[in-house]
């Protein structure tokens, strides 16, 4: 048996040639999906302010940022409107109009930057005057075969509209399954699903509601449909169903605080997994570096290399362009 002094693990660490040369794992541009927020208007940026560096922007600057993706290799964008508030209802019906935000800038991106892929969200907490990413009965019980109903047509749209991938993150059971019937029956039979399929009830999430619209509307909480954080069997069962109901891929969310999961679901699937760091981690992140107790660069290269040790394919991240950026330099 060879030990000290014979042998040495700092041997190979000594210099960079050779850490580089015996790096695990890679991370790439190829590894991030950026996370965009649409807002009405021509021209338009509005800063978010629990989300310091994120804005919400219209159609048209959302068109130059896809572009400036596409150049730094990020092959993919997530996309969510800030629906305006007179077009938000109890039955989220705006999520159906082919002229909605979200569809006008599916069409726009695809138009001007036809090489990036876009991955769309599908729940109604955009378009619902409460905030639930369902209908809710008169208790305020977001309704399960109701809301897959609707879901079904929000994922047609934005399939119509040219979303590559079609992202469910409402946690209703059955969804997958009948939105991939659907896509199949009219004839989208490459456009992917990747299954929000293991998500919290989070409390990393305020930033989002607030870049959507929907934390002053929300009533309530997500824990009757999104997952309770002290479970990890029941995310394989999550992910399980998802897989038979037809998702490509499937997603685990929020993300640092559920890299458990990941590996567990890696492992015992081993099929594409992502994660999504979401607005709260953002926040985290900004927070601590401008608080002076960590570089940021150094904090936003790690975090995400640390998803790929987990087992991701690739990472949601609103650091996606600037992890790019210093990920090309
Ligand atoms: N269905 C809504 C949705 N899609 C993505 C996020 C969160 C993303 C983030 O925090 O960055 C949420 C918020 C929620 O479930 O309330
Ligand atoms: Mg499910």
Known sequence: MSHYPALRLRRTRASAW???????????????????????????????????????????????????AAALGIPCLALFPNTPHELRSERGEEALNPDNLMCRAIRAIKDAVPEIGLLTDVALDPYTAHGHDGLIDGAGYVLNDDTAEILVGQALNQARAGADIIAPSDMMD??????????????????????????YA???????????????????????????PANSEEALREVELDLDEGADSVMVKPGLPYLDIVRRVKER???????????????????????????????VLETLMAFKRAGCSGVLTYHAAHAARLLGA
């Open 18 to 68: 050779s850490r580089r040369m015996y790096a695990e794992t890679v991370l790439t541009p190829a590894d991030l999906i950026w996370p965009l927020f649409v807002t009405d208007g021509e021209g338009v940026e509005e800063p978010i302010a629990s989300l310091p560096g994120v804005s919400r922007w219209s159609v048209d600057a959302v068109v130059a940022l896809a572009r400036e």
């Open 202 to 228: 989070s409390a990393f999430y305020g930033p989002f509601r607030d870049a959507v619209g929907s934390r002053g509307l929300l009533k309530g909480d997500k824990k009757t449909y999104q997952m309770d």
């Open 174 to 199: 059955g969804r997958v399954g009948l939105i991939r019937e659907a896509l199949e029956g009219e004839g989208h039979a490459n456009v992917q699903i990747m299954a929000y399929a293991a998500k």
């Open 269 to 299: 699937f081993e099929v594409p997994v992502f994660a999504y760091q979401v607005s709260g981690e953002y926040a985290m992140i900004e927070a601590a570096a401008a608080a002076g107790a960590g570089d940021r660069d150094a904090l």
